[in-house]
Structures are given as structure tokens and as C-alpha cells.
């Protein structure tokens, strides 16, 4: 018990700033949602078709509000990775096999963390949904609970597949690489069915009475929850078995093949210095970010074909053809611009350092050649990324008129728009990674972005209507072609600004290139 | 060292494939879809990569087959030095569509000048062309295809052979007549005018040989097909709309023939043709310092 104790109170400290960060996204969602259930109640009955649709609208709210709200905890927290971590870098794992400490107990500590914070979330869950409930007057619905047990059991089910390979990592890279692998593998496992547990509960269409009515059984509570309370137990043997051996399996203590090493002869144009650098350590960055819209496009014509998967001809063509599923095709464009923008920023990882900083200093190129390419890279990284766009783009039109028969308009307008927005949020976010470094430079300008998002969407929501509908009516034309003559001129001198202020940034950079390395790691 | 010979069977062999590459999707996509259906509108954009990137993979297919590298592929942007010679690619199509439309105003428009600046209001104006001059060098992609072939090899190789003002020529002609698929179906020119279409594809060899000057000046100057592509691609995305603000006095039964775009084109051609004469100036120099 004392062993049990002291290990519990050890991953506390160790893992408390992941659990901080998971509350505060936590907290964030619930204010949030605080915010959109405020919303939607101030819309008048004369705005909805009658008074069943809009509390139909109120409680698809609350019960998306019930998901997320126990998903995000709950899965934070299992797929929290950060102990482990930890105890690999600072070697005391591979130090605590010398140590009187039982892998059983180790296991038990481990899903004792899990369960104590996945739980803790669900209950404050639960409790933000009663709220809700209340705030949007809706009645509380006897499917949350199930949903809460459905959604648990579901995590825990993953966290046996995360944990059977995570825990057999024993280095720093292994754990990254398996990370990754299982992340990926759990995304598309829980992701299709998903869709298709969806639908199949909700019938034809993806209706959220009909989800309530089919989940409103509380008598499935007697078999979730000793299905949670087995999958724990599951959960522990696995850790058990896995942390029983100080190394991992055979592959991971295998030698690396040595890298094949090209002997350029002629060295006519070829890359040399801190061109060739960049290339060579980022040539993983170049293929994703120009192969990225190419699986964006892969995983929208996946949902598609998930959603219609009732066999019906006529569901594919109403697919292509209806505005959700534009819409979709325009969320997917955007989650795909996000992550370019990470791909594109991360061109500056592992060269936070001191000792690579002050060598950088010591070149006749110096900080200067360095930005220089950096930002060469980020710009060229970004335009592969366009041309992606627009080959993808081209690929769904050419698609779409073939299923459908019908042309479709011109998106290059919009993806234009993105280039420069992730041009705009480079120009911003690489000063503040070479002033603080990778990892905090990254949370300032999320923590930037995120408010200044959140000022605009509150700002926007509570303008009077008229002014709501002009500006999507202005966003309309200027995408058709038919602004005004003064917003197309605004348009073009903001990209011209945004152009200038990525020539701007690259001036700031090299000036507080050297005030950011006193704050490098060594 | 290579000789000659070699150099002519690399370029044989990379003409070979940009012409089969281009032309043999061409002809299948007209007769199968019909070029308006595939080429002018939305419907079926991705068949446009197979055609316009003929070149491109011609020159890295020859490369391959000829075991040649890639030294000299001009794929790096070497914008250290050469900026101002990127900005000349950006704005010079745009400049020399000021004095063509000048010409075209006094020539056909009876010098009537009552109409000028009525097309677009200043702001208008303003805005449509910064937009352009922003946005059109970001579809330098879509003309990289030819330009990585044409300027990105043929030149090279063609220059070594007949020297600057044959490769312009020649070359010209070459770009004019892989054109041709195309314009025998209505590109550029429509298909109702005299001489169909003989005379839509001379034309063509004339401005390609006028552009090819252009084009190849950009190219030598920075070591790079970057400025190229970005030049071709404002000529292609509406570069010349600031010529446009200088119309006037065009009445709506104006018709475009080919004998009046030879015209109207003069202040183009002979502007390119300065291009052409630094070109040869710099060879000069060149031989001189050796």
C-alpha cells in the first residue's frame, strides 16, 4: 500500500501540467457550449418552423454538449502519454527495474490515474449537462448516462489496443513512433464504425431524436458498467504483463540499417550548406504537406462512401450533390489547412537549441542565411501545399461532374485564401518560436489565435442580424467575384500586407534571433 | 564535355515525348469530350494536368533515359540577387500591355479617347489589377509543366546546337506547333476565321517566338524556370488587364481577327525583341571576358 501510495502521489507531480491542460480544454468546451446554448435561446420561436424544431435544435445541442463533454476528459486521460514519457527521457524507468517495485503495482497505479481523473471528468460532465439541460430548458434525457457508459467503455476498449503497444516502448523515439501508429490506427478504427453505428441508430438520416429515443434505456447501465469495470481490469493485466520486462520486444533493440549515403560527383547545383540542411531534415515535411490534401480528399470520399453504405445508388449522387456534403468537403479543406500550417511551422523544430544557434552565428552566412532559408521553406512548403489544393480540387470537380452531372463552381478563390492565411499565421508564429523556442512560442500563438477567435465569434454573435446577414453576404460575393469595387481593392491591399508582413517577419526574426537563444535548451 | 551529337539526340528524344505526352491525351480528351467541355470549362479539370505537364515529364523521362542528372535543371530559385528580375516576370506583362492597347485605342478605336477609364472605376481599377498582380503568380504551377520542358531543357540543349537567336526561332516554332492540337480546336482564336487553321497556328509560332525571348532572357538571368512560369502564368491569368484601363472608343461590332492582334501586338514583339538583343549582348560579353 505505501509502495501504491507513493507511486500514485509520483504520477501526480509528474503528469499535473497534462492534467492541467486537459481541465482548461475541458473548461474551455463547457464555456463554450455555455455560449452556444445562449445563443440558440435567444433566437425567437418566429425564426424556427414550430416549437418541436426548436427544441429539437436545444436538445441536439445539449446531447452533442454530453458527448463531447465526457469524450474529451475521458480520452485525454486515457491516451495521456505524458508519465511514460517522462520516465523514459529521465531513465528512471530502465532505473526501476533495480528497484523493490512490482510491475503489479506499477499497473495497478497507472490505471488507478485513469480511472480517478476519467471519472472526475465524467462527473463534472455530467453535472455541466444538467446545467445545460436546465439553461435550455430541455428535460434531462435518461440516454446521457448511457451515453457517458457508452463513450467510457468505448475509450477503454482503445486504451487495451494503445496501451498493449505504447508500453512496449523503451526510447524516446519508439514511444513517438507507436504513438503515432496507434493514433492513426485508433482514428480509423473508432472513425468508421462510428459513422456507422450512427446511422444505423438514427435510421435513414442522422436524426437526434431518434438517437435519444434508441439510448433512453437506462437498463443498459447493467451491463455497461461491469463491461467498464472488466475493460479496466483488462486494461491493468496488459500494463501488467507489458512493464514486466525492463526491455521491450526484439525489434526494438535490433540495429538500425545504416543510412545509404548518396556521393555526389558533381556538385554543379546541388544544394550545399544550410539549404541542404533543411532540405534533408525536412524532407518528411515536403512529401506530407504536398500529399496532405491528396488523403484529406481520401478521407472525405470515405465518408461518403461510409454514409451511403445502405447500398442505394441514389444516396451517392445525393451525396455529391447536396450542400452537407460541400460542406464537409469544405471542413475537411480546413482541418487539411490547419494541419499544413503545423507541418509547415514544425520546418523550425530541433533547431531551438543553444549549441546549433551560436554555430548558426559563427557561419559566414550566419543568422540571415538561416531565416533566409527557413522562411524560403515555409513559403515553398505552403505553395506545395496550394498546388496540392488544387489538384485535389480538381480531381473532386472532375468527380463530381462525373457522378452527378452538374459543374461545379470555382473553389481556387478560397484555396487562394487559405495560402494566405497560413502565410499570415507563419508570419506570426515563427517570431515568437525563434524569441521563446518551439514549444512555448506554439502555446503563445495558440493562446493568441484561440482569443482573438473566440473575441470575434462572441463579438459577431451578439451583432444584430441585419448586420450578420451582410457579412456573410459580402463573404458570398467576394468568393463569386461580384464584391463591390472598394472590397475587392481592400482584398488585394490586405494580401499585398500580408505579403510585406512575411518580408517584415523575416526582418524581426534575424534581429531577435539571438534573444531567444538564452532561453534554448542546451 | 558532350558533343553535339549527343545533345541532338537527348533534344530528339525529349521532343519526341513532349509531343506524345501532350498530344496523344489531347486528341483522345477532344474527340471524347470535345475541347470546349474539357478544356474551357469546370467539368473536368484534372484532364488539364495530363496535357500541360507533357513537357515537364518529357524532360524528366529524357533525363532518365539519357542518364544526363540534374545539374543544370534549374530548379532552384536563386532569388538571392534576382529579385528584381522576379518582379520584372510579375509586372512586365502587364507593362507591355499598356502600350498595346494604347495602339489598339488609336488604331481601331478611331483614337477616340471619350471612353478612357470608363471601363473601370479607379478603385475598380485599382483593386482588380493589385489582385492580379497578387494572386496570378501563385498559378505559376499550372505553366511550370511547359516551362520546365521548353525553357528547362529545350533551350539549354537547342542554344549549344544553333546559338540564342536559332533557339528563340526554332523553339518558338516548336512551342507554337505543340500549340496546335489545341488551336485546330479553338484555342486563343475560335475557329471561324480566315485561314482556319493554318493561320491560327502561324500566329501562334509568331508570339510564342516573341514570348520564347522574353521567357529565355528571365531563365538565363537567374539560372531558374521560376520567373518564366510566373511571367507565362501572368500572361495566361489576366496579366494584361491593366492594359485594358487604356480602351477606348471599341464599339460592341469591333471583331478580333488575327491580322488586327498581329497589330495590336507590335509594341509586345518589338519589346521582346529588346530581351532578345541584352541576351545577345551578354553572350557577347561572356566571349569577350574568355
Known amino acids: ?26 473548461l474551455f468546451a463547457a464555456l463554450y457550449f455555455i455560449l452556444a446554448i445562449f445563443a440558440i435561446k435567444s433566437m425567437k420561436l418566429s425564426e424556427f418552423s414550430s416549437y418541436e424544431e426548436m427544441i429539437s435544435y436545444r436538445s441536439s445541442l445539449v446531447l452533442m454538449s454530453a458527448v463531447i463533454m465526457c469524450f474529451l476528459p475521458v480520452i485525454t486521460n486515457v491516451t495521456d502519454t505524458s508519465s511514460l514519457k517522462s520516465d523514459i527521457n529521465s531513465g528512471w524507468l530502465r532505473y526501476s527495474y533495480a528497484m523493490p517495485i512490482e510491475p503489479s503495482v506499477r499497473a495497478a497505479v497507472l490505471v488507478a490515474m485513469k480511472l480517478v481523473f476519467s ?48 508500453f512496449t516502448a523503451r526510447s524516446a523515439e519508439e514511444l513517438k513512433k507507436k504513438t503515432n501508429i496507434t493514433g492513426l490506427t485508433l482514428l480509423a478504427v473508432i472513425a468508421v464504425p462510428s459513422c456507422i453505428l450512427a446511422k444505423k441508430v438514427s435510421g435513414s438520416a442522422i436524426n437526434v431524436n431518434n438517437i435519444i429515443s434508441r439510448l433512453s434505456k437506462p437498463v443498459m447501465l447493467v451491463w455497461l458498467i461491469p463491461l467498464a469495470a472488466a475493460l479496466s481490469a483488462a486494461d491493468y493485466f496488459i500494463i501488467r504483463k507489458k512493464l514486466s520486462v525492463p526491455y521491450g520486444s526484439a525489434k526494438s533493440n535490433k540495429r538500425t540499417k545504416p543510412e545509404k549515403k548518396a556521393v555526389i560527383t558533381d556538385t554543379h547545383d546541388y544544394p550545399t550548406g544550410f539549404l541542404y540542411k533543411e532540405l534533408k531534415q525536412n524532407r518528411l515535411n515536403i512529401i506530407l504537406t504536398a500529399v496532405l490534401p491528396l488523403f484529406m480528399l481520401i478521407l472525405n470520399y470515405s465518408m461518403a462512401f461510409v454514409m451511403s453504405l445502405d447500398g442505394s445508388e441514389g444516396d451517392l449522387k445525393t451525396l455529391f450533390m447536396t450542400g452537407e456534403a460541400k460542406i464537409f468537403y469544405y471542413l475537411t479543406t480546413a482541418l487539411g489547412a490547419y494541419i499544413a500550417s503545423g507541418l509547415i511551422t514544425s520546418v523550425f523544430s530541433g533547431d531551438d537549441r543553444k549549441l546549433w544557434a551560436y554555430f548558426t552565428v559563427s557561419t559566414p552566412q550566419s543568422v540571415k542565411g538561416f531565416m533566409y532559408y527557413k522562411y524560403v521553406l515555409c513559403f515553398a512548403l505552403n505553395g506545395a501545399y496550394l498546388v496540392g489544393c488544387i489538384f485535389t480540387n480538381s480531381i473532386y470537380d472532375t468527380v463530381c461532374y462525373a457522378v452527378t452531372g452538374r459543374e461545379s463552381s470555382d473553389f481556387s478563390m478560397i484555396l487562394f485564401m487559405i495560402f494566405f492565411l497560413i502565410l499570415f499565421s507563419c508570419a506570426i508564429d515563427v517570431p515568437l518560436m525563434v524569441r521563446y523556442g518551439q514549444k512555448k512560442g506554439s502555446i503563445i500563438n495558440s493562446s493568441l489565435m484561440l482569443t482573438i477567435s473566440i473575441v470575434i465569434i462572441v463579438a459577431f454573435s451578439f451583432l444584430p442580424e441585419k448586420a450578420q446577414d451582410r457579412i456573410f453576404q459580402l463573404a458570398i460575393n467576394l468568393r463569386n467575384g461580384s464584391a463591390g469595387e472598394y472590397s475587392i481593392l481592400i482584398l488585394s491591399i490586405s494580401l499585398l500586407l500580408i505579403l510585406a508582413g512575411y518580408a517584415l517577419s523575416y526582418r524581426i526574426s534575424c534581429k531577435i534571433f539571438m534573444k531567444g537563444v538564452d532561453g534554448y535548451d542546451k | 564535355m558532350t558533343n553535339k551529337k549527343t545533345e541532338l539526340k537527348r533534344l530528339l528524344i525529349f521532343l519526341f515525348f513532349a509531343f506524345a505526352l501532350s498530344w496523344i491525351p489531347a486528341v483522345i480528351f477532344n474527340r471524347v469530350f470535345g475541347y470546349h467541355e474539357w478544356f474551357e470549362t469546370n467539368k473536368y479539370p484534372v484532364l488539364f494536368w495530363c496535357v500541360g505537364y507533357g513537357p515537364a515529364l518529357a524532360n524528366v523521362i529524357t533525363r532518365k533515359l539519357t542518364h544526363e542528372g540534374w545539374h543544370d535543371s534549374m530548379l532552384r530559385l536563386h532569388l538571392r540577387g534576382n529579385v528584381r528580375y522576379y518582379v520584372t516576370a510579375v509586372l512586365i506583362v502587364s507593362l507591355m500591355s499598356i502600350p498595346c492597347n494604347i495602339l489598339q485605342t488609336i488604331v481601331y478605336g478611331g483614337n477616340d479617347w471619350s471612353d478612357f477609364g470608363k471601363i473601370f472605376t479607379p478603385a475598380e481599377a485599382a483593386g482588380t489589377i493589385l489582385l492580379v498582380l497578387v494572386t496570378a503568380p501563385l498559378l505559376a504551377f499550372n505553366t511550370f509543366g511547359e516551362e520546365f520542358g521548353w525553357r528547362g531543357y529545350m533551350n539549354q540543349k537547342m542554344e549549344k546546337l544553333i546559338g540564342t537567336t536559332g533557339t528563340v526561332v526554332v523553339g518558338g516554332i516548336i512551342w507554337g506547333v505543340w500549340h496546335a492540337e489545341l488551336t485546330v480546336e479553338g484555342h486563343n482564336f ?18 510564342c517566338i516573341f514570348l520564347g525571348m522574353l521567357l529565355m532572357w528571365l531563365t538565363k538571368k537567374t539560372g531558374s524556370i521560376y520567373p518564366a512560369a510566373i511571367a507565362h502564368a501572368m500572361l495566361n491569368n489576366g496579366g494584361s488587364v491593366a492594359g485594358t484601363i487604356f480602351l477606348s472608343g471599341i464599339g460592341t461590332d469591333y471583331e478580333d481577327t488575327i491580322g488586327k492582334e498581329l497589330v495590336i501586338n507590335i509594341p509586345m514583339f518589338a519589346a521582346c525583341t529588346v530581351f532578345l538583343a541584352l541576351m545577345l549582348r551578354d553572350k557577347r560579353k561572356a566571349a569577350n571576358k574568355t
Open chain 1, 1 to 26: 500500500m505505501t509502495a501504491f501510495r507513493s507511486l500514485f502521489f509520483r504520477e501526480l507531480r509528474i503528469t499535473r501540467k497534462a492534467h492541467i491542460l486537459a481541465a482548461a480544454v475541458t
Open chain 1, 119 to 166: 471519472i472526475s471528468g465524467m462527473i463534472f460532465g455530467i453535472i455541466c449537462t444538467c446545467f445545460y439541460c436546465h439553461f435550455a430548458e430541455t428535460d434531462f434525457q435518461s440516454c446521457y448516462p448511457v451515453i457517458y457508459a457508452v463513450i467510457f467503455d468505448i475509450s477503454m476498449l482503445s486504451s487495451l489496443y494503445f496501451d498493449s503497444i505504447i
Open chain 2, 190 to 207: 475560335g475557329t471561324d476565321y480566315k485561314g482556319y487553321p493554318y493561320l491560327g497556328i502561324l500566329y501562334m509560332c509568331v508570339s
